[in-house]
């Protein structure tokens, strides 16, 4: 039986010593450091001072501070995942679910979920777009492609991006990253490019997530170069090729690095309050940028 902390009752083994609380047959001189019961060697857990019992590491960390408190962490402060590109592999099957749903549908499906400012599809019909209300357009753009090489080039992007950072920020930091990323490229081609002009495409995002990729290097001390030498190809891409939303890509550029650096570059002690601000202070400047566009594009 279990012997309430302190308490002289232990069992005691043929040599005189206290026998363990859970091996009451083997004689020991240690004692829980928190509830004072002998442990023998088999149940001795190492801690900061002493050996604590299993009990009491199985109810706290050993430190005073709850379980959770000494589990390991990422760099940014999120849970270690067992399979570190879940949500990346999400992203990709949604990705991958509207293009082929797109496949099936037509211009049809693309018509209703691309990013436009205002625009009149055909004539006597109504107006679409995003100062129409239609705000939901800025989220779906983020998942919508029609041409095979478009949706290749993002999604080996996102595939070659997305883990790393998934295993460095935590599940829900990553999700938050990707997201506002895409937002924010949504919301910069709202803003600057032609009300009729559609957009649609992950690239906002993806551009997002090689932001990203700069500042956990740069807080890592790792090379710069390689993702560098990545980032200025990509700009070159970005302003040299036709049919190419510039403003997404720069709008997820300096979204995602600016969420990325307050991610991890938070401090320990105000951690969540400060990467908390960070993402909300990300989405109010995207939804100023959005509101500002509608009261320009509306009578």
């Not at 940014?76 to 570190?84: I, L, N």
């Not at 939901?136 to 999604?155: C, E, S």
């Not at 309050?273 to 202070?281: D, E, F, M």
Request: charged residues 15%.
């Amino acid at each position: 039986m279990d012997q309430a902390p302190g308490s002289s009752d232990a069992p005691e083994a043929a040599g005189g010593l206290p026998g363990c609380y859970r091996h009451p047959d083997r004689e020991t001189g240690i004692s829980c450091t928190r509830c004072e019961r002998p442990i023998c060697p088999e149940c001795m857990v190492s801690a900061s001072v002493g050996f604590q019992c299993p009990t009491c590491v199985k109810e706290g960390s050993g430190t005073g501070h709850a379980p959770q408190a000494s589990r390991p962490r990422t760099i940014a402060g999120g849970s270690v995942a067992d399979d570190p590109r879940l949500v990346t592999k999400i992203l990709l099957g949604l990705n991958l679910a509207l293009w082929f749903a797109v496949l099936g549908a037509g211009d049809r499906l693309v018509d209703e979920l691309d990013l436009v400012g205002r625009l009149q599809y055909y004539y006597g019909g109504p107006v679409e777009g995003v100062a129409e209300g239609q705000w939901y357009r800025l989220l779906t753009a983020m998942f919508l492609h029609q041409q095979l090489m478009h949706i290749a080039f993002n999604m080996l992007s996102l595939w070659w991006l997305g883990p790393p950072l998934e295993a460095a920020l935590g599940r829900v930091r990553y999700l938050a990253l990707y997201l506002l990323s895409g937002l924010g490229g949504s919301a910069l081609s709202y803003l600057l490019a032609s009300p009729g002009q559609p957009s649609l495409g992950a690239s906002g995002a993806v551009f997002g997530l090689l932001g990203a990729t700069a500042v956990l290097m740069r807080r890592m001390n790792y090379d710069m170069r390689p993702v560098l030498a990545l980032l200025v190809l990509n700009l070159i891409f970005t302003f040299t090729w036709g049919n190419i939303a510039w403003q997404a890509h720069i709008g997820g550029l300096v979204v995602g690095a600016a969420v990325a650096y307050g991610l991890v570059h938070a401090p320990r002690e105000h951690r969540a309050l400060v990467q908390r601000a960070t993402c909300l202070a990300a989405l109010l400047v995207i939804v100023a940028m959005v509101c500002v566009r509608t009261l320009q594009l509306t009578p």
